[in-house]
């Protein structure tokens, strides 16, 4: 189930976050002009998504890093929802766990409500998403003060961690400028779950190793991962080494 309750074992993690778009078709059944982003998500397809999948081992060391988007400019919203399926399935079947930012109150609504859109009841690991291990960071981040939920960005933010989108899109082909931030999305939740484990164990071992080896995972991608070179090292680089 969705929960802030951390997990000390997460098993195989696996970061999912998706982006989505107006739905044509759905904005003439409700008789809502097209193209304006502030209709409601119930209004929306999912145009992108990304998941990042990650081991921490016994000895606190981070392996296995892969990163894998989909795209409607590649694939149909069908596949997509068949893809992130069968990962998610996989991830169940081995005892892993769902990392998200909002992902109780966004990403798996919409891909358990899309995939009814299209009549697929038959994807066991997006129905089976909410009774699974998953952990939704957003969940720890509001304060009895504070009148809304803070946004990925501003958690981020308030940590150091860069939060460039803008860098991401500049000089791209609009089409990719999606896939591209759920990319930056997915590579922000991991770093805060970084922050949680390394809050919760009172050791920055977690975050030096953590981002370490994800930076040497995005050096490996070449020119596809430029995009993500902002997090490639810690802002206080060596002196977090040295702390």
Known sequence: ???????????????????????????????????????????????????????EDADGNWRNFELRSFSCDRLDEVNILRSIDGMLASLWAGGGTLVTYNGAGHDIVMLQRRAARHLMFDLPGIAAAHAQRQFD????????????????????????????????????????????????????????????????????????????????????????GDHLAQFRRHPLGGSLEAG
């Not at 809304?148 to 082909?173: C, F, M, Y």
């Not at 770093?191 to 071992?205: I, V």
Request: with cysteine; proline share 6%.
């Open 137 to 224: 960071i957003m969940l720890m981040m509001k304060s009895p003060r504070e009148q809304r939920w803070s946004k990925l960005r501003e958690v981020a933010a308030g940590l150091g961690i860069p939060t460039s989108h803008q860098h991401a899109n500049r000089g791209l082909d609009p089409k990719t400028a999606g896939m591209k931030k759920s990319q930056t999305d997915v590579s922000m939740t991991f770093l805060l779950t970084l922050y949680e484990l390394s809050m919760r164990r009172q050791d920055a071992g977690a975050v030096i190793r953590g981002w370490r080896a994800f930076g040497e995972y995005i050096a490996r991608m070449g020119p596809h």
């Open 1 to 55: 189930m969705p929960t802030h309750d951390f997990p000390e074992g997460f098993g195989r993690m696996c970061v999912l976050d998706i982006e989505t778009a107006p739905d044509p078709l759905a904005l003439a059944i409700a008789g809502k002009r097209g193209g304006a982003t502030e209709h409601s998500a119930a209004l929306h397809y999912i145009s992108d998504a990304s998941v990042l999948t990650a081991t």
